[in-house]
């Protein structure tokens, strides 16, 4: 992780696959192997990795939140939206919510609006203004979106 944070990425995903060589279940190496893939640009990897990583530890909300960002990046919207789902019920259980689960509600309620879900992507429009910072960036166009729609 220290290799990974100080851009060593290329190191830092050989560190990963060594771990799980010599330990295959550890579910936060394949997290980090999956950070380190994304940071490579090497998404379809990245998402088999965090893939794993949900299916050996499924209480990670945050672990679902990068699975979601990108298969939305990858062009995989229903998946995407069923990982967002499951971020977002995870990271509201947490009592210190951090700031990833107010996003996971803004870029879940993208992708419930482009299918048509209009009501419940509305919820969490106003879930993403009742959890993020009042300086977020996103705050204005989502509170134009609710106005839009007239909540």
Do not use: C
Not at 17 to 38: D, I, V
Not at 39 to 55: F, G, M, N, S
Request: proline share 3%; no cysteine; net charge positive.
């Amino acid at each position: 992780r220290i290799l990974l944070r100080t851009g060593e990425v290329v190191d830092a995903l050989s560190h990963f696959k060594r771990t799980l060589s010599l330990s295959p279940g550890r579910s936060e190496a394949y997290a980090g192997m999956a950070e380190a893939l994304e940071q490579l640009r090497q998404l379809a990897p990245a998402i088999q990795a965090y893939e794993t990583a949900v299916e050996r530890m499924p209480a990670k909300g945050k672990w679902w939140y990068r699975l979601g960002q990108l298969q939305l990046d990858n062009g995989a919207r229903d998946a995407a939206t069923r990982s967002l789902s499951r971020a977002v019920k995870l990271g509201d259980r947490r009592q210190d919510r951090p700031l990833w689960v107010a996003e996971a509600h803004r870029i879940y309620a993208d992708s419930l609006m482009k299918q048509g879900r209009r009501t419940r992507a509305l919820d969490h429009y106003e879930a993403y203004l009742d959890r993020a910072p009042r300086d977020a960036i996103d705050r204005a166009e989502v509170t134009q979106i609710l106005q839009a729609e007239q909540r």
